[in-house]
């Protein structure tokens, strides 16, 4: 059984702050090093240059779908491309983790309506409120309230047919969906540190209340690579393909 992952990088972190990738490197090490996986247990594919998915899926136990600067409902031609890539690998039972971006393009490619967030910009660590986890493999050992980090404009506004949102947080009402069998999708950051949150907020340049700093917004949140990891360890024992 193959071991080896396959990252869908949606976006550089180069675009957001240089200091973050000297500092943590880029989207490849974020997700790679919360997940538990060395690089070289890796593939990385930079589709939003171009770069072309492989066909041969069964290469790989899993795949990470990231997060991006770029949205989902601008429609470019990369995105339906990849969408197009996912629907196939959802099909044959690849196992697939989407984060952000990634939560949103696995989302759309089965026919979610995604678009800008009424609530606006949710960002920080906010309290993710899992609605019907129990028996779900991924969420399952998740405390119903759950710390997480968050940065995103964009939601899935509408799942898709037939799926109901797990998870929410006060500003978005789908912050987890489960797609099939062996497929999940997280609007929240599990491969974050409140250290990174830290820099990218720095970076991006949201107010901050008077009186209030980082450290009052800013948590760790231990169960987020517990969550990359779990993810791995289902990849690994669970995939399947058609």
């Known amino acids: 059984m193959t071991s080896r992952f396959l990252i869908v990088k949606t976006g550089s972190l180069h675009d957001v702050s240089h200091d973050f990738v000297d500092r943590f490197g880029d989207t490849e ?7 538990g996986l060395e690089l070289k247990d890796t593939e990385v594919v930079e589709v939003f240059k171009g770069d072309g998915l492989p066909n041969d899926i069964g290469r790989f136990a899993g795949v990470f779908v990231t997060g991006s600067e770029a949205m989902v ?3 470019a031609d990369w995105v339906e491309t990849t969408a197009d890539w996912l629907r196939m690998a959802l099909g044959q039972g690849l196992p ?3 984060v952000c971006f990634g939560h ?3 989302a759309h490619a089965l026919g979610a309506e995604v678009g800008p967030n009424k609530a606006g910009l949710e960002i920080g660590t906010v309290d993710i409120s899992f609605l019907r986890h129990d028996d779900d493999a991924l969420f399952g050992e ?3 309230t759950t710390k997480f980090h968050v940065i995103h404009h964009e939601t899935v506004i509408a799942p898709p047919d037939g799926m109901r949102p797990l998870a929410r947080s006060v500003l978005d009402g789908c912050q987890a969906l489960r797609m099939g069998e062996n497929a999940w999708g997280v609007q929240f950051h599990p491969e974050y540190t409140a250290e990174m ?3 990218i907020w ?3 340049g949201p107010e901050i209340e008077a009186g209030r700093s980082f450290d009052d917004l800013l948590e760790e949140t231990p169960q987020g690579p517990e969550l990359m990891r779990r993810f791995v360890a289902l990849a690994r024992s669970r995939h399947v393909y058609g």
């Open 29 to 35: 090490h974020t997700f790679s090093r919360a997940a």
């Open 73 to 75: 409902s601008h429609r």
């Open 96 to 98: 697939i983790l989407g």
């Open 104 to 106: 949103q393009l696995l």
């Open 142 to 144: 998740l405390p119903k």
């Open 197 to 199: 949150m830290k820099v």
């Open 202 to 204: 720095s970076a991006i």
